[in-house]
């Protein structure tokens, strides 16, 4: 069966039985029919944040189509409950642009998924339009600011760094000239789209505290210039008020369950190749205070999702996880170690054992962080017998506990032994994570420290715009804050085609951007585009309705 006749073939339960697992009362829901639901901030309590344990779930570098991240979370998290743990899984809500694209959705797969997987991957709570629409609302305050003569702040359009977005993949808004049509039409200007989970409000969402964190970080957001070169930001333009109020909704954590049964929390959606990749530290600390366990997710490999889960969400939120599970898969090792896409349902160890560089890339700066990991293997059909143990042979040589991972196939029954490994690995944490870099480093010191410490890179190149744009930055009292590497997933290298464990290799930084609202600086590596473009057969086109209004072909 598909990933969407499973989900459609279990009986969900509602989502007030859900709830009430966690000691939530039916009044305290806010209902999206009888299988969702929006849980109030007042839920957080951060003495039991403090007591309970958060397990990181991270990733080598993947194939074009992932390697399971999600689908090993809630297999996990369902294989901790069915041990007897008090286990949440808190993971981000997906984007349409990989939904239809190439990726797929971020609802897990077989049977470890969270449902309502079709509403998941398509309009959930609506969170993602309303992050679009306070960021374009700020555009639209731009745009009436430079045209209007009344309380016009003097802004240089050509400095103008604000962004407009949508959630989709469509190229052909990358770069774009606005405000055409005549004097009515506003001043002309080069700018352009990101995808909706690469906006900054996007960010802001998933790093606020609280209804006032957001409106302040809102109002923070740096806009671009004067024509006396001084800085204008959101709140000069009054827009923080209305953008806080367009994500009053937005901002709860969403309530839904996996096919098991067990309660899951789903909110934001940022990438880790092009922004933080990680949820909310809202959904995180309410996920935290409803049970003895979280387990979540980062996004990507380990040296984008799990690096900025570290050293920005982490640091932001005062979180520290007791143990991170990076996820394997024998054909994304396969793929690192030469054999084409074509051919990674077909056995071969030589070409396994040749993509285990990538693996230990990972392990060890995971291991810089100085907190416990554990393998998890992901297991497909076409993987053999002989294949798996040679991979956990190889890790056993390296010292890290590893488990096969067979959610896909089996649900939570298929995890109980990486379960075991992980609750084993909790109670060896001694402490709190080490960050890559400080926050009194230059900017320039932590993107050194990142490229070498979790890419193996040897240099950080920055161009002649580069620098003009960190200088400014730093004039403006930026340097201290954290960095946000946007870089290819693909690779270790900003080279998407430099597989396995490329060496000797240098980081290219084409241009640097910032997000004063979020809190980070963001240097942008090689040819990553934050918006993205469709496959050239986009999953789109197998997607249809009838007319009983039934969807088939998401997945």
């Known amino acids: 069966m598909t990933d969407l006749q499973i989900a459609q073939s279990v009986k969900e339960e509602h989502i007030r039985d859900i709830a009430a697992k966690l000691n939530i009362k039916e009044e305290s829901l806010e209902f999206y029919g009888t299988n969702k639901a929006k849980l109030p901030l007042t839920l957080i309590d951060e003495k039991k944040v403090d007591q309970s344990n958060l397990v990181l779930v991270t990733a080598i570098t993947p194939t074009p189509a992932g390697e399971g991240k999600t689908t090993v979370s ?19 809500e997906p984007s349409l642009g990989p939904v239809f694209g190439i990726k797929g959705g971020a609802a897990g797969g077989g049977w470890s998924q969270v449902i309502p997987m079709v509403d998941i991957n398509l ?31 003097g802004i240089d359009p050509r400095t103008v760094l604000w962004k407009r977005c949508m959630d989709m993949n469509d190229r052909g808004l990358r770069n774009i000239v606005a405000a055409l049509g005549g004097k009515a039409g506003g001043m002309p200007r080069e700018t352009g789209f990101n995808i909706t989970a690469a906006s900054e409000i996007m960010a802001i969402l998933c790093l606020s505290k609280d209804f006032e964190d957001l409106k302040e970080k809102c109002g923070n957001i740096y806009v671009g210039d004067t024509w006396e070169g001084k800085p204008v930001y959101a709140r000069d333009l009054n827009a923080h008020g209305a953008m806080a109020a367009l994500m009053r909704d937005a901002i709860k954590p969403n309530l839904v369950q996996t096919l098991e049964g067990n309660p899951s929390i789903i909110h934001g959606g940022p990438f880790a190749n092009i922004a933080q990749g990680t949820n909310s530290i809202l959904a995180t600390k309410m996920g935290l205070s409803l049970s003895d366990y979280v387990i979540t997710e980062a996004g990507f490999g380990a040296d984008l999702g ?40 077909n056995e071969d160890t030589e070409a396994l054992k040749a993509g285990f560089p990538n693996l230990e890339r990972h392990i060890s700066s995971l291991q810089s962080f100085g907190v416990p990991v554990v393998v998890a293997i992901n297991t497909f059909s076409s993987d053999t017998d002989a294949e798996k143990q040679a991979l956990m042979d190889h890790c056993d040589t390296l010292e890290v506990p590893v488990a096969l991972s067979n959610g896909w196939a089996e649900g939570g029954k298929g995890c109980t032994d990486l379960a075991k490994k992980v609750v084993e690995a909790v109670k060896t944490c001694k402490g709190v994570f080490t960050p890559t870099y400080s926050l009194e480093d230059s900017p320039r010191r932590k993107m050194e420290k990142i490229c070498s410490t979790i890419y193996g890179a040897e240099n950080v190149i920055l161009t002649n715009k580069a620098n003009r744009q960190l200088k400014r930055f730093e004039e403006l009292g930026y340097g201290k804050l954290p960095v946000c590497m946007a870089k290819t997933q693909k690779s270790l290298s900003d080279d998407e085609k430099q597989l396995g464990r490329p060496r000797f290799f240098d980081i290219h930084i084409r241009e640097i951007e910032i997000a004063t609202g979020a809190g980070f600086m963001i240097p942008i590596a090689g040819n990553i585009l934050r918006m993205p473009g469709l496959p050239a057969t986009p ?6 309705i009838d007319g009983d209004g039934n969807i088939t072909g998401l997945f």
């Not at 007791?322 to 051919?343: D, M, S």
Request: aromatic share 4%.
């Open 306 to 345: 799990a690096e900025k889960f570290m050293n920005i969400k982490c640091r932001e939120a005062g979180l520290s996880p007791k143990t991170i599970v990076l996820v394997a898969t024998i054909r994304a090792l396969k793929y690192h170690g030469g054999k084409p896409l074509n051919e990674l349902t």
């Open 539 to 544: 999953a789109a086109e197998n997607i249809d």
């Open 74 to 92: 809630i297999g996990l998290g369902d294989a901790m409950n069915i041990n007897g743990e008090n286990a949440l899984t808190v993971i981000r």
């Open 123 to 153: 309009h959930f709570t609506g969170d993602f339009h309303a992050i679009e629409k306070a960021n374009n609302l700020l555009s639209a305050l731009i745009e009436n600011n430079i045209q209007t003569k009344k309380r016009n702040l």
